[in-house]
């Protein structure tokens, strides 16, 4: 079993930076992307980016293209979202995906295996 958990979600005004941070524990070994979603009240789970924990390769959405920053320790396993040009519609519970299958960075919620709990991310205009 993997566990993860996500911390550094805030309050923060439009156009300021924050990063999230997810520790992974447990059987950690065999991962191959680690992903982050965030879900607005009354919204689905969307996409956030991933990436491959082997190559380091990266995915993004459409919407965070440029202004979001997905990356590793490995050391530590750790990923980490960083987020910059903060506008209210990034306003989400920001969660963070481990992807066990070989090969691919998915975009799809039904392509991770284990979840953490989520961070609240608060952008004020």
């Known amino acids: 079993q993997v566990q993860l958990v996500e911390t550094g979600g805030g309050m923060m005004q439009a156009g300021g930076s924050l990063e999230l941070s997810c520790a992974a524990s447990?059987?950690?070994?065999?991962?191959?992307?680690m992903g982050w979603f965030r879900q607005s009240p009354g919204k689905e789970r969307d996409f956030v980016g991933a990436i491959n924990w082997i190559s380091g390769n990266t995915k993004y959405a459409d919407f965070v293209k440029g202004r979001f920053t997905i990356s590793l320790d490995k050391s530590k396993n750790m990923v980490f979202l960083q987020m910059n040009r903060l506008n209210p519609e990034d306003t989400a519970v920001y969660y963070c995906?481990?992807?066990?299958?070989?090969?691919?960075?998915?975009?799809?919620?039904?392509?991770?295996?284990?979840w953490g709990h989520g961070t609240q991310v608060t952008v004020s205009s």
């Open positions: 995906a481990a992807d066990r299958y070989p090969g691919r960075i998915g975009a799809s919620r039904n392509d991770y295996d284990y």
């Open positions: 447990g059987r950690t070994f065999g991962w191959y992307a």
